[in-house]
């Protein structure tokens, strides 16, 4: 990891809100038939450029190292991408990857994916490259249009946007309510590289009886991204 950047804080405008809306809508949609491994990998050797993204509401500090900073205490760090990027794991918690055509899928999860098929608490990122190939949009445009459609459709509980560098981060959490099941609270971040034509999309969610707790852990692991640029 090369190319030491200074450190600088982007402090969260007065543009964060709470929201309510009483809809409905499929969990975990990906419009354009865009699924977890529908994309494939094409990682190019260019020097690293790390960008930390330190996401509190948004609040966010840019950092580059040449190495992994330390992680907090409980948490180690996964290298993901060949070394280019990184996430944070708890202590105690699973990891998982899969690669497809473009898109890569990582996850971060209390439950054991490999043991049980699926996870009920836990991180999702979808690397999806070529966005606009697939959909004719921007990464950003791409990720504004999945955020209105969940304000539609969905009970809503904060949304947020923020510039960082060459990214643009959209924030938005809501509940999911299916008849039969246990309500959910989902928190997505769509990290837009419209320079690349990337999007990160992370997904963060927990039943809602056990959200104070977990959102502890994934508000952690929110805090602490580490994402290259030139992806």
Sequence with gaps: MKNVLTSR???????????????TYPHNFLHD??????????????MIRLLSII????????????????????????????????????EGWHFKSQHGKSTDGF???????????KFDTGLSLNLIRDVK????????????????????????????????????????????VKQGLPDVVIHNLFIANDQTGTLWFYMFESPEREWESAWKIGDTILSHLLIETEI
């Design 9 to 23: 804080s982007i402090q969260l405008g007065p543009s964060a809100r709470v929201v309510a809306a009483a809809k």
């Design 107 to 117: 996850f971060v999860s209390k439950e054991d994916i490999e043991k049980e098929g």
């Design 133 to 176: 190939k697939s959909t004719q949009y921007t990464p950003t445009q791409y990720s504004i249009g999945m955020m209105s459609q969940i304000e539609k459709e969905k009970e809503v509980l904060l949304v947020d946007s923020k510039d960082a560098g060459p990214f643009k981060a959209i924030t938005i959490r809501y509940r999911d």
């Design 33 to 46: 038939g865009f699924t977890a491994l529908a994309y494939d990998l094409h990682v190019q050797q260019k």
């Design 55 to 90: 996401l509190t509401l948004l609040a966010i500090p840019l950092l580059a190292s040449t190495e992994l900073p330390t992680p907090p205490d409980g948490y180690s760090w996964k290298p993901i991408l060949e070394g280019q990027s990184a996430l944070l794991i708890p």
